[in-house]
């Protein structure tokens, strides 16, 4: 009988404890939704409301917003854009990586490990010299360009570790039937891996969706994207929270979306595949 | 499997899925470095180009006047390395717990879902919640509820303990979930018989976790340590949106630094000086992390 008791309490704890830390994890993103569909007014009263008539005034407020908008399509022509680019680079070298040995095959290796180790207030300042230097500033090709090296070594890293999980078998038998190599990597060895190279690209893509210093030191009018168009509103509007808060929840929500469908992969995206999750 | 003899179909392969990669990689990732250094031995104003060489006039400067720079440089170091012990201590406990036989069950792509939720938002958009509805004096919830406990207001601008304070519980909770997974995922893959014979031997819950469940997943707590802390020492959005480096230069780390003098003051090469010694340090600081911890045999 004590047993038991003992036994239920030590569950009940563990349960409070993530409980709580759940809780203090979800608070910020909770207040966030709860201010978006309040008025402004509403949004400022102190102490809070805490019963009050949702709205969704803020949202139609967005959507009417030429410049919210334009920054949608830009983060998403960007994102996009330097996901396939990136990917599509990704998916060959990681394979040859995985299955040759060559001459400077680790220098490279080591070479694309530390790009991800690089802070990127190095690249900051000369790509913006050069860019404005080439005419490029401002541009989708200078965004997606500097997105592409951004978000390369991990793509590399993570798809890297999914071919490897391939027996070699199965290549040679497609090589057998009269497969070239490219042809085997295009409709043997990319077929299987396809979920995990969807969780890398999704998750590079989250990468470019939610990146801020590149975008804040090297986009203008043309190429403004969603968290610099955040930032900035704040500035015209210092105490219309609601509104922020709208804006923040458009922001996230496809980034939650997108993780619910590949969370499966994230750890091994997140650690370059170090870590199998 | 690695090929190791290759026939000449097979280099041409090589090549060819190489070296678009190898194109982009040293072209916009190698180039920029070099153009940095370049920058960085000249006294570059954004206002007049060129700027002429004054050799390691910047360098000299940065190190041995300016204690700004000096200030910048520890803050990101100890302010990284204390986030991160921070996190692993807390992700090791949660996860843990997480995979607590009891609780494992419930464990499901949802929770997972729940976990990853403050570790991928724009952590712009989070500061700024932050900024506004949990900190700020007057209309923040933080404040609201130290007041009704009758609690002195917590004030990101006052004194220097406040702000990096503040945005080091904020960057904790964003981050550990992170840890957590990790740390999840390596306690899931640990051999239960470890632990039966653990039960069986009457081992306590606390001499379970230190004695069989750490050394066991060692290895991962050094990957969650590796990979946070390169991205802690980055760390720019949070500190950029909530104190923008103050009040004064507290919470300045060294990119907000080489951001305020490139793009305020103009002081092109200063700046690319003062990020290029930041390079020289990072990469010193992981590569011996990992060169110590065995990590990169088993990565590269």
């Known amino acids: 009988m004590k047993v038991r008791q003992a036994k239920s309490l030590r569950r009940f704890l563990k349960y409070l404890f993530l409980a709580v830390v759940a809780v203090i994890g979800l608070i910020p993103f909770i207040l966030i939704v709860l201010t978006s569909i309040k008025t402004t007014v509403d949004a400022l009263a102190m102490p809070p409301k805490w019963f009050f008539v949702p709205t969704l005034q803020n949202y139609q407020k967005l959507i009417a917003s030429i410049d919210f908008l334009k920054s949608i399509k830009n983060s998403l022509i960007i994102g996009v854009g330097a996901t396939i680019a990136a990917t599509g680079l990704g998916i060959t070298t990681s394979y040859t990586l995985t299955r040759f040995r060559f001459k400077g095959d680790k220098a490279f290796s080591y070479f694309i490990l530390a790009l991800r180790i690089v802070p990127p207030i190095t690249f900051v300042i000369p790509y913006f010299l050069i860019w404005r230097s080439l005419k490029l500033a401002d541009t989708y090709f200078s965004m997606i360009t500097m997105y592409v090296t951004l978000v390369l070594p991990l793509l590399i890293w993570m798809i890297r570790s999914f071919f490897a999980e391939i027996p070699y078998e199965i290549e040679e038998a497609a090589m057998v039937d009269g497969c070239t190599r490219w042809q085997t990597l295009r409709y043997v060895l990319i077929p299987t891996v396809i979920p995990g190279i969807m969780a890398s690209a999704t998750l590079s893509f989250i990468f470019v969706w939610n990146e801020f210093m590149f975008a804040l030191l090297n986009t203008g009018r043309n190429t403004r994207t969603l968290p610099i168009e955040i930032y900035n509103s704040l500035g015209y509007y210092q105490l219309d929270w609601a509104k922020l808060s709208s804006s923040a929840v458009i922001a996230i929500i496809p980034v939650i979306i997108i993780i619910a469908l590949t969370q499966k992969y994230i750890v091994r995206g997140l650690t370059m595949g170090a870590v199998k999750g | 499997m690695r090929i190791q003899r290759t026939t000449q179909e ?36 954004l206002i007049k180009p060129p700027g002429v060489y004054i050799g390691l006039g910047n360098y000299i400067d940065l190190l041995m006047n300016n204690p700004r720079y000096i200030h910048a440089l520890l803050f990101t170091i100890l302010f990284a390395a204390g986030a991160v012990v921070i996190e692993i201590v807390i992700g090791f406990l949660v996860a843990y717990v997480l995979a607590d036989e009891e609780v494992t069950s419930r464990y499901s792509s949802f929770i997972r879902t729940l976990i990853l939720i403050p570790f991928v938002v724009a952590p712009v958009v989070v500061s700024y919640t932050y900024k506004t509805l949990i900190y700020d004096v007057t209309f923040g919830y933080l404040n609201y509820f130290l007041q009704l406990v009758h609690l002195p207001v917590f004030d990101l601008s006052q004194g220097i303990y406040n702000a990096p304070i503040g945005i080091l519980i904020m960057e904790v909770i964003l981050r550990t979930p992170f840890v957590t997974l990790i740390l999840f995922a390596g306690i899931s893959s640990i051999d239960a018989s470890i632990f039966d014979a653990g039960a069986i031997d009457g081992v306590s819950w606390w001499k379970r976790m230190y004695l069989l469940t750490l050394p066991n997943i060692k290895p991962i707590i050094v990957v969650a340590f590796a990979f946070r802390f390169m991205d802690a020492l980055k760390m720019f959005d949070e500190i950029y949106v909530i104190t923008g480096g103050g009040p004064g230069y507290v919470t300045e780390n060294v990119s907000i630094f080489a951001v305020r003098y490139g793009f305020e003051y103009f002081r092109m090469g200063y700046a690319a000086a003062s990020a290029f010694i930041f390079l020289i340090v990072v990469l010193v600081l992981i590569m011996s992390f990992l060169k110590w911890s065995k990590f990169e045999e088993e990565m590269v």
């Not at chain 2, 920029?32 to 570059?44: A, C, E, G, H």
């Open chain 2, 10 to 45: 097979d280099r041409r392969f090589i090549l060819w899925s190489i070296f678009p990669s190898l194109f982009a990689v040293v072209l916009v990732g190698g180039v920029p470095v070099l153009y940095t250094f370049i920058l960085s031995l000249k006294d570059y104003q």
